[in-house]
């Protein structure tokens, strides 16, 4: 069985990714994916590192419209958007989400408390579990704060970094507080991402780990959409196919696309 829907792709757009989308989908086009989602990054103040990781939607949309047309015949192209929560944020992204057409949003957490887990001062001058904590922490305070889009990005982001990444990192530790957050989601009708950066990172899981995609179809979720995260061609639809064993052992018996925010279920073969 073969997942041919890639709903995390960076192109140009972000601050972080130097390539042209035009090759990203050419790209996805050769390798045989189907639906493609482009979620560039889009995170307001974030001031950790220089790079600036907004676009300016208007000519996100007049170019991204025009390739959508151009290869309507080799690709479904969905145009998405990676929103950066911060709870003081939400009346920013309400506008920008609701002044623009897109078809998927997905939100994810890079800043706690202005600061990103990608970068070790996050965890210095305190224990793992305290700066996992944090993060988890943050995700219910976001939740609360804006909920406006349609999956939820790799939940648990921080392992990636932390100075041991998973090694000592067990879901069961913040079990109280993950549930909560996943019956908050499903509450939403949010969806979880799989996203299988995490492998690419050495974890040899993907973000979030099984336990936690497992938790999230048992309190009653299902909406599932699978990404690489990729910021280059090469790893696209990385390692979908053990991700969709993993599914298939939680109980899954399909994902999800979406179009014009609303979600599209595919069965798997
Ligand atoms: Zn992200
Ligand atoms: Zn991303």
Redesign the pocket.
């Known amino acids: 069985m073969k997942i041919l829907s890639d709903y995390h792709v960076h192109t140009s757009f972000s601050g972080d990714c130097n390539i042209p989308p035009e090759t990203m989908i050419q790209r996805a086009i050769d390798r045989g994916i189907r639906h493609l989602c482009l979620t560039d990054h889009m995170d307001y103040d974030y001031e950790e590192s220089g790079v600036c990781f907004e676009f300016d939607p208007k000519e996100y949309f007049r170019r991204l419209l025009v390739m959508k047309e151009q290869f309507a015949d080799q690709i479904d192209l969905a145009i998405g958007v ?1 929103l950066g929560l911060q709870p003081y944020l939400s009346k920013k992204h309400h506008n920008l989400v609701f002044s623009n057409p897109f078809d998927f949003v997905l939100g ?1 957490i ?1 800043l706690v408390h202005s600061r990103d887990p990608f970068f070790s001062s996050y965890f210095e001058g305190r224990s793992e579990q305290e700066a996992f904590l944090e993060y988890f922490e943050c995700i219910l305070q976001n939740l609360q704060a804006y909920s406006n889009f349609d999956v939820f ?2 939940l648990d ?1 921080v392992v990636r970094y932390g100075p041991n990444k998973n090694r000592n990192y067990s879901c069961h530790t913040y079990r109280e507080l993950l549930d909560e957050i996943l019956r908050a989601l499903i509450k939403k009708d949010i969806g979880l991402e799989v996203n299988t950066g995490g492998y690419k990172y050495g974890l040899k899981a993907p973000n979030p780990c099984p336990e936690i995609i497992c938790r999230y179809r048992e309190l009653g979720g299902r909406i599932i959409t699978l990404g690489s ?1 990729t910021h280059v061609p090469d790893y696209l639809a990385y390692e979908f196919d053990r991700a969709a064993e993993l599914l298939k052992a939680c109980g899954f018996r399909s994902y999800f696309i979406f179009h014009n925010r609303k979600a599209e279920e595919i069965g798997f073969a």
Do not use: I, Q
Request: charged share 30%.
């Open positions: 990676e994810s890079h990005g790799h982001y995260d």
